[in-house]
Nanobody, 121 residues
């Protein structure tokens, strides 16, 4: 069974740091882009950061300079290092990845189950 499993969320004070991880498992031929989205209560899900298989990254303007996306292709894992966190970063964070499975000739987007990040004093 192919799945994305996230970890690392929690409660942190303003100005603090967290590191999220998302590992893809199962029968996977290849992984293209990977990324992190977030959804706050009452708001649309938004892109936080994305990274290509070659390591090229892009960020939402609201997180530039504070959040860093990276990936370990050998481990099929994407990370989100979050520093200088603000209360407005509070949301459920979801990872996604474009996966090429053995029985397909095109990439399919998979989503993780989400992990809660709460920034509060």
């Amino acid at each position: 069974q192919v799945q994305l499993v996230e970890s690392g969320g929690g409660l942190v004070q303003p100005g603090g740091s967290l590191r999220l991880s998302c590992a893809a498992s199962g029968s996977i031929r290849s992984i293209n882009a990977m990324g992190w989205y977030r959804q706050a209560p009452g708001k649309e899900r938004e892109l936080v950061a994305a990274i290509t298989s070659a390591g090229s990254a892009k960020y939402a303007d609201s997180v530039k300079g504070r959040l860093t996306i990276s990936r370990d292709n050998a481990k099929n894992t994407v990370y989100l290092q979050m520093n200088s966190l603000k209360p407005e970063d509070t949301a459920v964070y979801y990872c996604n990845a474009d996966l090429l499975l053995p029985t397909f000739s095109y990439y399919i987007k998979y989503w993780g189950q989400g992990t809660q990040v709460t920034v509060s004093s």
